[in-house]
């Protein structure tokens, strides 16, 4: 017994001691610079987090100096506190977060200054231009919930559900599908921005649910139904609570043989639905379960008296083939339509912004919270804009119903937006650095709907996103980390309560029988 | 007869290293490591990358710990020497904390029970299940048990917090692997010990910690806590075997059964159960010397004990050895590395009548590059279904571990985006093998997707083994981006298919859409071939002008074969484009036909005559249809 607590405090020691080395050597220690050549341009960063309005309450925006150097120093500074001073002999620039969460939270309004040196070995140190960004004065959101999945095809194998803290680098599962039988999740929305009344759906396990949040507590809805014995997909929360509009969707994907994008996906049918939270049963209004036409992407306006949505006629005639025929020309419009909650009365559609006058598909319309604009995708063709190349975000001001292309697209597929509760701050997922992989960038937009240059989520690693092959889904901004808990999610997926009615009207689209899925479980 | 301690464990040594020598031996040449290696989706592989990133995601979860150590292990079969020492080693240990146990249960005569541990992995790697994760977990668990037992003099709670502390550790590590350690505690306090009342507080408490860890603090489902790093769990093999439980059971049993025979020894002879069986110092060490007759051994025994260790070891090795996984990992290993001519030889060890599409599909690559395809084809096995095997476009077709041999065949024959599509689907399915992102990355090359190509070889560039050709890449391409110096990249940009069909596959038209690249040779040969597979004689003459696009001499001999019976059929003529038929093909032809016809009333004798002399030529299949 002795010789076994001899063995093991020798071996503590060792622990101890080889650790001490390995920290003393590879510690960086603090240089005076007294004499520097001055460079006569920015400094060439990774990720650019040059130039632009950067959130008070963001975790470190950490960046890798893309010069040649033996040794780098960065000094970060504002108008008001103490700056923060970084020697490193490596090009990452990692900044600590308590010094950089207090520079930002007294510096609201004010510009951050970057000044970075490096030295060459051939020379002595080197300055480059100060670069610098505006801190805003309002907040991001404090957390972004995403669907964290591969590049995906016809099969799937790991799928999460993951919430991010926006003020670190904490990243959390909220969901599994290792712990669903493998089952796929996605579609999760959010009540004005709080997980307090959330939606979730899971599909492709024996019994396709959707996870209903309400006021904390999680409760499983069995949601198929004779309108729709396909799965919920994308929803929508009238500002009320009382009321979630959902799509069901015939999605089918489908590859192309040639070309630079290889997966498409179609619509061969898609309605719109309302599901009534409180007395548990769905209404299909005529007007949005149109058999001759595509509804799909319902979004409430913030006073919840209009229900936008994607609307396009079905060009095909046969329903059953995948790919239908002219699948490339089908184009959405954007509609809206009027609603009183008080009555659940339902106007007539209206357009809003028409296919034939933009040349273009539109899709996935969201209206910022206090409801002055509604951003937008538009894309060459068809509903599913993250696969398209093409899709670009687009801003109208509902007040002129003017729109515009937001200034901070790139050639590949932008989308996937949503809006900060503040209405300043938009996340959007870009396939910008690597065309199969979205990524999720901020932007600020001001009172006149004009963006700034977007930022990358920042991870503690500068370098992580150039070998990271998971791909960013539907990102949407919180302002607290959901509070249930990832068992109480799997506990209410296995004992579902169905839907208690279904109120038709003439006219529904009928409900499809096992509609297959865009991808498969293997 | 006086035999000393020390002889007898010389003896014991010297049957110890015969046996493992004899081990490493046979799993070198035999099980080959690297076939597991390489095994892409056929065999439980685990990634494994450098750099503290990857370490760190194994801090926060038990058990993965195990699982990195593991991983890491696992990369070093790629070395099929050091793959073998590592699984020698592994059984090694076993056996070792075998004999410990064995010895702290009482049952210092049948230590050589301690050996069958190492002949169960020596099963399991037989049968290529790769176990290593859940069996690192059990030597940590065995040891872990060892250390436990250096305090069974001590007082009660020294033992008790010594076991909570080993179990918390061993949580930690190696997740509920650490049921074994409890359970062999929980046995050696009862029987050895004899203080029941503490092996409950440990069964309680050891049930406690994994439920309430897993249930409440980690969010695991209960079945999910209690076989995380099992041999039974689905991961590392879809059908558990009985080799799988054993390996785990076969220590409790033997903990068990030792004091229990003791035991039952005792009462059966009306004798108390000695000092010695309750443990005073039998587990500790033996006596340096052994007069007594219960312990007397003489040097027969232990020459006949090893006799039959050797004997049950080599019936197990013979008995349970996989060969056709063996097979159709050494078929995909030399496939994967271009040894064409390997390839055919293996196939030759493929027992008649039995197919296989993977198989199948790699020796018709094969033929394609040896320049045999369309002479030799059908001296193999075929099934048109396993031509291009375009599957994950057809879900009746799909064979998933065969995804990257599927990617590397489109991308040969310029279906680039089939290539890619393939490419994807073992990545989700099998995980980030380094052949897997080679794949992707020389797929984006070609499509200019550069960015995209430098992420997958950033992730590339971590791997243990694969590491150095990924930087190797990224040279290449800061001094040429597009890599139009690398001939491989450069050929298949040639040969991309650029027609869209988004209908769906039809090997037909696809393969046709390709011959517009006149250097396409393999689309051609593939096109051919699947006329040939698909009875569609008429086609295949139509492209006979074809072959002046690819300087065939002649024409080759299943072509031939076709073009005879097409025009016995039909009695058309066939445009040859000025080349002619060989005199031995028609003479052949003949032959085969008046054979036929002689059986025509008898065709299994028919078949089995025809297959004889004609086997390996295109009559013989249409027939057999």
């Not at chain 1, 951050?112 to 002595?124: K, L, P, S, T, W």
């Not at chain 1, 309108?227 to 969707?249: L, T």
């Amino acid at each position: 017994m002795i010789r076994l607590y001899r063995i093991l405090f020798f071996m503590f020691v060792l622990a101890v001691f080889i650790v001490g080395i390995i920290y003393f050597i590879k510690r960086d220690v603090a240089v005076v610079i007294d004499k520097y050549t001055s460079i006569q341009r920015l400094p060439n960063i990774k990720p650019d987090y040059k130039e632009t309005i950067i959130p008070p309450n963001i975790a470190p925006l950490n960046f890798l100096i893309e010069e040649t150097g033996i040794h780098y120093y960065v000094k970060i500074y504002s108008v008001e506190g103490k700056g923060i001073e970084l020697f490193s002999k490596e090009p990452k620039v990692i900044i600590p977060i308590n010094p950089w969460r207090k520079m930002l939270g007294v510096n609201r309004g004010k510009e951050i200054y970057f000044d970075v040196y490096v030295y060459r070995a051939d020379g002595g140190w080197e300055k480059f231009d100060t670069f610098k960004n505006l801190i805003s004065n309002e907040k991001i959101d404090g957390y972004l919930v995403y669907r964290l999945i591969r590049p995906l095809y016809s099969y799937w194998e790991n799928i999460s559900i993951r919430q991010r803290n926006l003020e670190n680098y904490d990243e959390s599962v909220v969901l599994s599908n290792k712990s669903i039988e493998s089952g796929c999740v996605n579609c999760h929305t959010f009540l004005n921005n709080s997980p307090n009344n959330m939606l979730m759906h899971v599909r492709s396990v024996p019994n396709p649910t959707m996870l209903l949040v309400r006021n904390g507590t999680v409760t499983s809805i069995f949601s198929q139904t004779p309108f729709s014995s396909a799965s919920m997909a994308y929803s929508s929360w009238h500002p009320s609570g009382r009321f979630v509009a959902f799509s069901v969707n015939k999605v089918n994907q489908f590859f192309h043989s040639a070309g630079a994008g290889i997966r498409d996906v179609v619509d061969r049918d898609s309605a719109i639905g309302i599901y009534d939270v409180e007395s548990n049963t769905i209404i299909t209004p005529a007007s949005l379960s149109n058999s001759d036409f595509l509804e799909t992407y319902p979004s409430w306006s913030p006073d919840g008296r209009y229900l936008y949505y994607c609307n396009a006629p079905i060009i095909w005639e046969d329903r059953n083939l995948v790919p239908p025929e002219d699948y490339e020309k089908v184009r959405y419009d954007l509609m809206r339509i009027s609603f009183e909650p008080e009555n659940g009365e339902w106007g007539e559609p209206e357009n809003v912004l028409l296919a034939k006058d933009t040349g273009l598909s539109i899709t996935q319309p969201r209206i910022s919270p206090d409801g002055r604009f509604l951003l937008f995708c538009m894309a060459d063709y068809g509903c599913f804009a993250i696969y398209q190349q093409s899709s670009d975000l687009y801003i109208m001001d509902l007040k002129t119903l003017q729109y515009k292309k937001l200034g901070i697209n790139s050639d590949e597929s932008d989308s996937w937006h949503c809006w900060s509760n503040n209405s300043r701050w938009i996340v959007f997922s870009s396939k910008r650095f690597a065309n199969i992989f979205a990524r999720p960038f901020f932007s600020y937009i001001n009172k006149n709907g004009e963006p700034s240059k977007p930022i990358l989520m920042p991870q503690k690693n500068p370098t992580f996103y150039d070998s990271y092959i998971m791909t960013y889904n539907v990102p949407e901004f919180i302002t607290h980390p959901i509070q249930v808990s990832r068992r109480e999610f799997e506990m209410a997926i296995h004992s579902p309560i169905k839907i208690t009615g279904v109120e038709s009207v003439t006219s529904a689209t009928p409900g499809t029988s096992s509609i297959p899925e865009p991808y498969r479980q293997k | 007869m006086v035999v000393t301690s020390h002889q007898r464990i010389s003896f014991s040594a010297i049957r110890f290293v015969v046996f493992f020598i004899l081990f490493y031996l046979y799993v070198w040449h035999r099980i080959e490591p690297y076939l597991i290696y390489h095994g892409s989706g056929m065999v439980f592989f685990p990634v494994f990358f450098k750099g503290m990133e990857f370490f760190k995601g194994f801090l926060d979860y038990p058990g993965r710990l195990i699982e990195y150590v593991s991983a890491f292990l696992s990369q070093l079969f790629y070395f099929t020497h050091l793959g073998s020492f590592i699984i020698t080693v592994v059984a090694m240990l076993l056996c070792l904390l075998t004999r410990k146990l064995i010895t702290a249960m009482g049952g210092i005569h049948v230590r050589v029970i301690s050996y069958v541990p190492a002949i169960l992995l020596l099963m399991a790697f037989n049968q290529y299940l790769n176990y290593l994760t859940p069996i690192l977990g059990m030597l940590i668990s065995l040891l872990f048990f060892g250390f436990y037992i250096l305090t069974a003099k001590s007082k009660v709670i020294y033992r008790i917090v010594l076991f909570l502390i080993l179990i918390s550790v061993l949580f930690y590590t190696a997740s509920n692997a650490y049921l074994l350690f409890a359970l062999l505690c929980v046995i050696f306090e009862i029987f050895i010990k004899r203080k029941p009342f503490i092996s409950l507080l440990y069964i309680f408490s050891s049930a406690l910690i994994l439920y309430i860890a897993s249930f409440y603090f980690l969010n695991l489902s209960i079945i999910d806590s209690y076989t995380r790093i099992l041999p039974f769990q689905s991961k590392y093999s879809s059908d558990p075997t009985i080799t799988a439980w054993t390996l785990y059971f076969i220590f409790p049993i033997i903990a068990l059964c030792l004091p229990l025979w003791e035991m039952l020894k005792a009462k059966l002879n009306k004798q108390k159960v000695s000092k010695s069986v309750k443990g005073s110092k039998l587990y500790k060490t033996q006596p340096d010397i052994v007069i007594s007759g219960d312990y007397r051994i003489n040097k027969l025994n232990s020459l006949f004990k090893t006799l039959i260790l050797l004997l049950v070891a080599g019936f197990v090795a013979l008995f349970t050895f996989n060969e056709r996984t063996n097979i159709m990992l050494r078929v995909n290993y030399f496939s994967s590395m271009e040894k064409w001519y390997k390839v055919l030889e293996e196939t030759k060890r493929i027992p008649f009548g039995y197919y296989d599409p993977l198989i199948t599909h790699e020796i018709n690559k094969a033929l394609y590059y040896t320049g045999r395809l369309p002479y030799d084809m059908f001296s193999y096995p075929q099934d048109v279904n396993a031509l291009l095997t375009l599957s994950p476009f057809n879900p009746n077709q799909l064979y998933l571990p065969e995804l990257p041999r599927i990617s590397d065949t489109c991308f040969r024959i310029g279906l680039l985006n089939y290539a890619e599509l393939s490419a994807h689907e073992a990545l989700e399915i099998i995980g980030e093998r380094p052949a897997i992102l080679k794949q992707l990355f020389l797929i984006n090359v070609v499509k200019g997707n550069i960015k995209v190509a430098k992420v997958f070889l950033n992730l590339l560039s971590k791997d243990l083994i694969y590491g150095k050709e990924a930087e190797r890449y990224k040279q290449h391409l800061i001094e040429d981006t597009l890599m139009t110096s690398n001939d491989l990249v450069r050929n298949t940009r040639s040969m991309i298919l650029d027609t869209d069909f988004d209908t769906g596959l039809d090997v037909e038209i696809i393969l046709k859409a390709l011959l517009h690249n006149k250097q396409n040779r393999m689309a051609f040969e593939y096109l051919m071939a699947y006329y040939l597979l698909s009875f569609q004689l008429d086609k295949l003459t139509q492209n006979i002008y074809r072959l002046n696009d690819y300087n065939y001499t002649g024409i080759p001999r299943h072509y031939e074969e076709a073009i005879i019976v097409y025009t016995n059929m039909t009695g058309k003529e066939v445009d040859l484009n000025g080349r002619m038929l060989s005199g031995e093909s028609v003479k052949r032809f003949q032959k085969f036909d008046s054979l036929a016809y002689y059986y025509i009333n008898n065709r299994e004798e028919g078949l089995r005559i025809l297959l004889k002399n004609f086997g390996n030529s295109y009559y013989y299949y249409l027939f057999s249809f």
